[in-house]
């Protein structure tokens, strides 16, 4: 990485992620087999995104430029820059060009839930949170890059890539 710290991918090795079975587990301790919550487009080609079980399929320890995402509901998301997070207007990156902007609602479940949503049940933006803010931490922190069957997963109450873009 060069000295100016460039955005990666990637979650803080301590942010949980929600499993099918509606428990939770930090991201570092995740491994290839795990079953975790995820979306898949609809099917119906109606816009949606559908809750499903996914597998993680790869994991990986990174080093990169920390950010802290700050929602109005108190969570707050540690990840690298170019962490891709699903917002009412798509996928965005937490940092960088078109990154996260402040009041943009984040999707998911929340970081409250305590069971994982009904598989086939549609994202719905009455489980989101809006940013507060985004903080560039000036520092790299290790980080955990996973990639899901599904491409996403939700880490700490919000929708996250995780897979190739």
């Known amino acids: ?3 100016g710290g460039s955005p990666s991918d ?8 929600l499993l099918v079975d509606g428990s939770w587990r930090p991201a570092g301790d995740l491994a290839v087999g795990d079953r975790v919550v995820g979306t898949r487009e609809s099917l119906a080609g109606d816009g949606y ?3 499903v079980g996914t597998e993680v399929l790869a994991r990986a320890a990174v080093a990169g430029r920390a950010h802290a995402t700050s929602l109005v509901d108190g969570t707050r998301l540690v990840s690298g820059g ?3 997070v699903l917002t009412a ?6 940092a960088g060009t078109d990154a996260l ?12 839930a305590d069971r994982a949503p ?6 719905i933006r009455e489980a989101a ?17 996973l990639t899901t069957g599904a491409g996403d997963l939700v880490a700490d109450g919000v929708v996250c890539r995780a897979g190739p873009r």
């Open 1 to 3: 990485m060069d000295d």
């Open 10 to 17: 990637g979650l803080a090795p301590q942010t949980p992620v």
């Open 49 to 51: 995104r559908h809750w």
């Open 82 to 84: 170019d962490q891709g």
């Open 89 to 94: 207007r798509g996928w965005v990156p937490v």
């Open 101 to 112: 902007l402040t009041g943009d609602m984040l999707l998911g479940p929340g970081r409250g």
């Open 118 to 123: 009904s598989a086939g049940s549609p994202v």
């Open 129 to 145: 949170a809006d940013v507060v803010v985004v903080d560039d931490l000036g520092v790299e922190l290790p980080l955990v890059v």
